[in-house]
């Protein structure tokens, strides 16, 4: 079965510090991959997608990128974080074929920016 | 464009009575329609989905979900609240063959009183 896995679970970061995400699928091959971030108070908002390696879309304008190293290792960092940037941080994956309609999440990591 | 309203970014009910969430959406193409379960600190689990068929359809958990295009909504309901459904809900829509790229609305606070 597949699996994702994300870490650290929190983080507690200054601002202006550097910042690395990891997620990682397992059980699956050639996934498109998510970062979504929800604010608080707020809903979820997706930040970049991935349909392969080295491939990034970005949906929003920020201080963060993503970057997609190995078929299924996706990370999102910065290299000076904002208060702004605090939040909860979901990794996802999805299939590629016509009957995969949905997302899979990660547990997630709760930034906080100090 | 796609968009997703949740109304009521609160719900209360008590324990044994019907739960009724909200959710309305806006989509240009047809759309795939999602409910999502967040409990705190935690990722986000399916608890149904809806792409091309039968319109009421049935999740995990005893919850169930009508997809009315009419009223363009996809309210998710249960017969009888249990207090381990007490959580964070969020309808979501996607476009065909958009996977994981989900829109979501801003989710409704599940609390059921004993």
């Known amino acids: 079965s597949q699996t994702i896995h994300q870490w650290p679970a929190t983080l507690v970061q200054p601002v202006g510090s550097p910042l690395s995400l990891e997620c990682t699928v397992e059980?699956?091959?050639?996934?498109?991959l998510y970062w979504y971030r929800q604010a608080a108070g707020r809903g979820l908002q997706l930040l970049f997608y991935?349909?392969?390696?080295?491939?990034i879309s970005s949906e929003v304008p920020q201080n963060l990128s993503a970057s997609r190293p190995q078929d299924r290792q996706f990370i999102l960092s910065s290299k000076k974080l904002l208060l702004s940037d605090s939040g909860f941080y979901l990794c996802?994956?999805?299939?590629?074929?016509?009957?995969?309609?949905?997302?899979?999440f990660g547990q997630g990591t709760r930034l906080t920016v100090v | 464009a796609q968009s997703v309203t949740q109304l009521g970014s609160h719900v209360s009910v008590s324990e044994g009575a019907l739960v009724l969430l909200r959710c309305n959406y806006s989509?240009?193409?047809?759309?795939?329609l999602f409910w999502y379960v967040q409990y705190p600190n935690q990722g986000l689990q399916l608890l149904l989905k809806?792409?091309?068929?039968?319109?009421l359809v049935k999740g995990i958990n005893g919850f169930e979900a009508e997809f009315k295009k009419s009223e363009t909504s996809f309210h998710l309901t249960k017969p009888s609240a249990h207090m381990s459904d007490a959580a964070e809900y969020f309808c979501?829509?996607?476009?065909?063959?958009?996977?994981?790229?989900?829109?979501f609305g801003q989710g409704t606070e599940l609390s059921v009183k004993p």
């Open positions: 979501a829509v996607s476009g065909n063959n958009q996977g994981g790229k989900l829109i």
């Open positions: 991935s349909v392969g390696i080295g491939q």
């Open positions: 989509s240009s193409v047809p759309p795939y």
């Open positions: 996802a994956w999805s299939g590629r074929g016509p009957r995969d309609t949905e997302a899979f």
């Open positions: 059980g699956t091959s050639n996934p498109n």
């Open positions: 809806y792409t091309t068929g039968a319109t």
